[in-house]
């Protein structure tokens, strides 16, 4: 999937790859996408509420080897 | 949808407690709430500009986990505090956790609002020279003028 902006959370705890997901969206625009990366495995189950209260679009998860990846549409 | 709000009083000064409120306070500006911390009494240690005297220990927390089991007597010793403390930041950052003060800059960078209760700075003395500028002092009736409007109130 194309992406216009990635964040990688490698080995950070919650909150941080949350924090920091909503820090990178910041100078986005919207419509555009997000990847962000995480080993937290925490950060699934976050990533979804992040998403659901925000209204960012949680468009796709997936995993890479030991690593989360999703991909959010900026509201 | 309106914006929601969380009120947190936070009262404990030791490591350990001091993560909740701000872990809370980071997550929830960063899902766009409005966000209220009212430090009092020992909480008010979380707003020095300094954070490296915020300390862990290991007497009277049996639920501690300990890498080898350690009698109280022996917990009590000088100098068990500063390695437990030690031991726990180390763990923490091996672990990817964040730094109390990495987490209350973010916090700050949110808009949190960081509130220091009026009395108990005078009943301890402190200057507030040596806590952060962005704190604000305040009374009781100010917390709640906020909190009985939040979404959710938490003491701790």
């Known amino acids: 999937m194309n992406f216009d902006k990635e964040f990688d959370a490698s080995g950070l705890s919650c909150p941080l790859p949350i924090v920091k997901t909503k820090k990178a969206l910041n100078d986005m625009t919207s419509g555009q996408i997000l990847r962000v990366i995480a080993t937290d495995p925490g950060s699934c189950a976050d990533m979804k509420a992040f998403a659901e209260q925000t209204g960012n679009d949680l468009v796709e998860t997936g995993e890479q080897g030991k690593a989360f990846v999703f991909f959010l549409k900026k509201k | ?156």
């Open chain 2, 1 to 156: 949808m309106s914006t929601k709000k969380m009120a947190i009083i936070a009262t404990k000064g030791t490591l350990d407690w001091a993560y909740p409120p701000f872990i809370l306070a980071s997550t929830a500006a960063a899902l766009g709430w409005e966000v209220q911390i009212f430090f009092t009494f020992y909480g008010l240690q979380l707003l020095r500009k300094d954070l490296s005297d915020v300390k862990i220990s290991p007497l009277a927390n049996p639920a501690m986990p300990m890498p080898v089991d350690m009698p109280v007597f022996v917990q009590a010793l000088p100098g068990m505090e500063a390695m437990a403390t030690m031991m726990m930041k180390k763990k923490m950052a091996d672990k990817g956790v964040a730094t109390l003060k990495e987490l209350r800059d973010t916090c700050i960078e949110c808009d949190v609002k960081m509130i220091a209760c009026q009395m108990t700075v005078d009943l301890f003395d402190f200057d507030k020279k040596d806590f952060i500028d962005e704190t604000e002092y305040a009374g009781a009736a100010t917390f709640l003028g906020f909190a009985g409007d939040t979404d959710v109130c938490l003491y701790i």
